[in-house]
Nanobody
């Protein structure tokens, strides 16, 4: 069983910053990639950023230059530093981990419960 615990969401004014954290724990053998997605009210969940084991990062065009994804391997934790936040960044942010539960099993997607980010004055 793999658990993902997200934290760091909240209410922030436009132009402000927040840092989200997602800690993975439980039975996971290896992690191939960690990332963030978001879902605004009435919209589909969308990709935000990902960081693969090689260190390569990928960002959605809408957040490039404003958001930074990073990882603490020792803690199996992924972070999303969000700056210059806009009202359109308001959404529930979900952490996703793509990893192997054991050495002899194929990688799976694991999702966190989500954390609310609201950008409003």
């Amino acid at each position: 069983q793999v658990q993902l615990v997200e934290s760091g969401g909240g209410l922030v004014q436009p132009g402000g910053s927040l840092r989200l954290s997602c800690a993975a724990s439980g039975s996971i053998f290896s992690i191939n990639a960690m990332g963030w997605y978001r879902q605004a009210p009435g919209k589909q969940r969308e990709f935000v950023a990902t960081l693969v084991s090689s260190g390569t990062t990928t960002y959605a065009d809408s957040v490039k230059g404003r958001f930074t994804i990073s990882r603490d391997n020792a803690k199996n934790t992924v972070y999303l530093q969000m700056s210059s936040l806009k009202p359109e960044d308001t959404a529930v942010y979900y952490c996703k981990v793509y990893g192997r539960p054991s050495y002899n099993r194929a990688p799976l997607d694991y999702w966190g419960q989500g954390t609310q980010v609201t950008v409003s004055s």
